[in-house]
């Protein structure tokens, strides 16, 4: 891990741009030195459109986090950004477009083909970067997960132990092979759903939260559409990690 710039938003957050390789990331800590251990880590997976496109929402829960004592952590998704693009996602996202567009539905084919390259690659990317994010003095345990592609933190519920609770937003498309992967998570889940998404499968959504295998998992569903997410669902989401990261 190379930090390549830094920047103090304010006398409580620390910013710092990374590369991981050629993964870009940025790392928020919280500013304050009176801190008696490292705080825990928050990773921030954004939603496939670019750290640069959505910075504003990340920056702003990065903040919230730093004033609930977390670190937050974001990596570019593969495919994403100025990163190369994936041709076989390139390749659904069109047909997904024409079906769309034709008024016709969204193959498994097509999901299958948009969703799971992403989760192969993004994994491990995601893994690699908490190695190197644990291996630095001012990060410390233990994990969460935040993130929009919710097949991504399915996936890593399930491989990387050291993930300790997640937050999902219930509103991508979702693979058939993600539902047997929900049955194996064990961790305290809290998934946010938007009941009109426009371009979300509410009963979808709702089969894969019965489907996950967790003793703890709350559904909170708002009205609204996929951007409408109000406040007091992130102020739930923070409580949340509250509870289980300290």
Do not use: C
């Amino acid at each position: 891990m190379q930090f390549t710039s830094e920047q103090r938003l304010d006398d409580a957050v620390l910013e710092r741009e990374f590369t991981l390789g050629e993964i870009p990331g940025i790392l928020w800590t919280p500013g304050s030195a009176s801190a008696s251990a490292p705080p825990p880590l928050v990773l921030l997976s954004p939603p496939p459109l670019g750290l640069r496109k959505t910075y504003p929402r990340l920056v702003a829960r990065a903040r919230q986090s730093a004033a609930d004592g977390f670190a937050t952590a974001t990596i570019e998704l593969p495919g994403s950004g100025d990163r190369p693009r994936l041709p076989a996602a390139e390749q659904a996202r069109a047909d997904l477009r024409r079906a769309m567009e034709a008024g016709e539905p969204v193959s498994d084919e097509i999901i299958d083909a948009l969703i799971l390259p992403l989760v192969d690659k993004a994994v491990p990317e995601w893994q690699a970067a908490l190695d190197a994010l644990l291996s630095l003095p001012e990060i410390g345990g233990p994990i969460g997960y935040s993130g929009g592609v919710i097949s991504i933190g399915t996936r890593l519920a399930v491989v990387e132990p050291r993930i300790s609770a997640a937050v999902l937003f219930a509103g991508s498309f979702v693979p058939r092979a993600t539902f047997e992967e929900a049955r194996q998570v064990a961790i305290p889940l809290h998934v946010l759903l938007q009941w009109d998404d426009e371009g979300n499968d509410r009963q979808t959504a709702l089969d894969l939260f019965d489907a996950f295998g967790s003793k703890e998992k709350t559904l909170h569903a708002n009205m609204g559409g996929h951007t409408g997410v109000p406040q007091f669902a992130g102020d739930a989401a923070a409580q949340f990690f509250t509870r289980h990261l300290k």
